[in-house]
Structures are given as structure tokens and as C-alpha cells.
């Protein structure tokens, strides 16, 4: 593509652009922590690691990345996270509430700029009509804002695993780049 094209579709849709190239979501979002010196954790359920895997796939991530919590589990998420039972037990595990909570108590317990807190039914059991295979809670919490919202994604584990986390690296990127215009 050429760069007035490129230019012309940075005016139009901005927010749709993330990166250039061979630019990885994960490298964008690097990029990002690490030229304003902020940090990430992340707390996983139903992506059982795979989200801070593809951090740490990037060169450097131990410039901003502090760790993560893979609380698959209820117990794990309660006693680790300090999600409230309450929530769990009136919301389910797989919930915007839980989710949020996630992502706010790694970030209290790893003392980190913004974090991601994600659960889900990665499937192909577990669903229901309610909640059926693919429905995943992404909370990203940052310095003054968090963002949560819930995805429905497909029905093969695999993909959904790699589609979360997708989307969890673009609402990390938004919400970095929503706090530095509030700035």
C-alpha cells in the first residue's frame, strides 16, 4: 500500500490501526509499556497462560512485563486474585464482574501499571444456553480507566484461545492509548 493510502486511512479510521508491517499486537502493545515506562500482569483463566506467552514471546518484555496469575479454578481466583465469592456465586465465574475483578486484584497484587483479567468457556464442554461455548469476559485495568467487555467467540478451543487474546492486546493498546490523550 502506499503511504498517502496509508495516510488517507489513518485520517478516516484511526482507531482501527495498531501497528505496521510485521508489527504483532503483542509488540505493539510492548512498544507502548515500554517507551512510557508502564507495566502489565495478567490473570487468566480460560486462556491458561496463553496471553502472557505471547508477551513474552516479544524481546524485552522484561522491561514491563511483572508476571501472571493462571487462576483457573474458583479457589484460585478468590483466594490469589481476591475476587469476591459473592460475585462468583451470583454472576457465575465467566462474568463481567469477575473479570473486572481479576484484572484489578493482579494489578494490586503484582503493583503494575494496567492489567488484563480474562475468563471464559474455551469449550467444546461447559456451555450453556446462557453462556454457551466461546463466551469470554476481557477486563483491562489501567491507571485511571478500566475496559470490560465480553466476546462470542467460536467453538473450537484453540481459536478461542487465540482470538481472546487478540482481543485482549487491542483493548490494551485502546485503553493505553485513551489514558495518554486524557494526559
Same mark, same amino acid.
Given at each position: 500500500?502506499?503511504?498517502? $493510502?496509508? /495516510? ?10 495498531? *501497528? +505496521? ?5 503483542? #509488540? &505493539? ?5 515500554? $517507551?512510557? /515506562? ?10 491458561? *497462560? +496463553? ?5 513474552? #514471546? &516479544? ?27 459473592? #460475585? ?96
Amino acid at each position: 500500500m502506499h503511504l498517502q $493510502e496509508i /495516510k488517507k486511512l489513518e485520517e478516516i479510521i484511526p482507531q482501527y490501526i495498531w *501497528g +505496521y508491517d510485521d508489527d504483532t499486537l503483542e #509488540s &505493539v502493545a510492548g512498544r507502548l509499556l515500554t $517507551e512510557r /515506562k508502564l507495566s502489565l500482569a495478567t490473570a487468566e483463566s480460560c486462556t491458561g *497462560g +496463553y496471553i502472557a506467552h505471547r508477551v513474552t #514471546s &516479544v524481546p524485552g518484555s522484561s522491561a514491563y512485563f511483572k508476571g501472571s496469575i493462571i487462576a483457573y479454578h474458583n479457589s484460585a481466583k478468590t483466594k490469589l486474585l481476591n475476587v469476591s465469592g459473592i #460475585s462468583i456465586n451470583q454472576y457465575g465465574a465467566v462474568s463481567e464482574e469477575v473479570a473486572r475483578e481479576m484484572a484489578l486484584g493482579v494489578k494490586q497484587l503484582l503493583f503494575v501499571d494496567y492489567a488484563i483479567g480474562i475468563t471464559g468457556i474455551a469449550g467444546p464442554e461447559g456451555g450453556t444456553r446462557e453462556k454457551p461455548v466461546g463466551t469470554t469476559w476481557i477486563s483491562v485495568a489501567g491507571k485511571e480507566k478500566s475496559l470490560t467487555k465480553k466476546f462470542n467467540l467460536a467453538d473450537s478451543r484453540e481459536r478461542n484461545t487465540i482470538r481472546a487474546a487478540r482481543n485482549a492486546f487491542m483493548m490494551l493498546i485502546s485503553l493505553i492509548k485513551q489514558e495518554e490523550s486524557l494526559s
